[in-house]
T-cell receptor, first 116, second 116 residues
């Protein structure tokens, strides 16, 4: 299995531009998570999905952030418009089976976003 | 609500010393799961160990061992005879069995620096 795949690995964009981060979870995994990691705030859970349905988006910082999961094999995290304070590493993770809280989450390599 | 606290922000040791990382958690659930992840300088998040709340037996796996104590809500992690390659940020995480959608909450992380 290729694991969780995120793209792009690195993104540099100008303030005000739209940014779209992409994630392909591991096949068969039903839960998908978006995390953001910064030096100041550590690893923050932004939003997570179960069976393609958003369960909790309370971690999404502002309306500028939105996430979708149109099918079981693809999710996007969009920032529009982007701001310098959005600069961070964004991780996507997936877990197998709803309710399987004893299984570990598998993480992608992350997308390092820099907004200048 | 679930919460994970890692009070140690950074630990520095000399190679071959043992390192113990503290983790304290909060949960209202009687069934929950605890995890340790490692994030080396390359940036990926690597799963290390998992523990169920109903199994307090402590174990050793190679140079890793963990001490799970429900009475104090602690799940400490020890690296024996540390090596330079152990230098990384270590995260403790919690997942409640009743939490909707498999939510996984991370602590703030502890940076471990192993000097030769």
């Amino acid at each position: 299995d290729a694991g969780v795949i995120q793209s792009p690995r690195h993104e540099v964009t100008e303030m005000g531009q739209e940014v779209t981060l992409r994630c392909k979870p591991i096949s068969g995994h039903n839960s998908l998570f978006w995390y953001r990691q910064t030096m100041m705030r550590g690893l923050e859970l932004l939003i997570y999905f179960n069976n393609n349905v958003p369960i909790d988006d309370s971690g999404m910082p502002e309306d500028r952030f939105s996430a979708k999961m149109p099918n079981a094999s693809f999710s996007t995290l969009k920032i529009q418009p982007s701001e310098p304070r959005d600069s961070a590493v964004y991780f996507c993770a997936s877990r197998p089976k709803t309710g399987a809280s004893n299984t570990e989450a598998f993480f992608g390599q992350g997308t390092r976003l820099t907004v200048v | 609500a679930q919460k994970v606290t890692q009070a140690q922000t950074e630990i520095s040791v000399v190679e071959k010393e043992d390192v113990t990382l503290d983790c304290v958690y909060e949960t209202r659930d009687t069934t929950y799961y605890l995890f340790w992840y490692k994030q080396p300088p390359s940036g990926e998040l690597v799963f290390l160990i998992r523990r169920n709340s109903f199994d307090e037996q402590n174990e050793i796996s190679g140079r890793y061992s963990w001490n799970f104590q429900k009475s104090t809500s602690s799940f400490n992690f020890t690296i024996t005879a540390s090596q330079v390659v152990d230098s990384a940020v270590y995260f403790c995480a919690l997942s409640e069995a009743k939490a909707a959608g498999n939510k996984l909450t991370f602590g703030g992380g502890t940076r471990v620096l192993v000097k030769p």
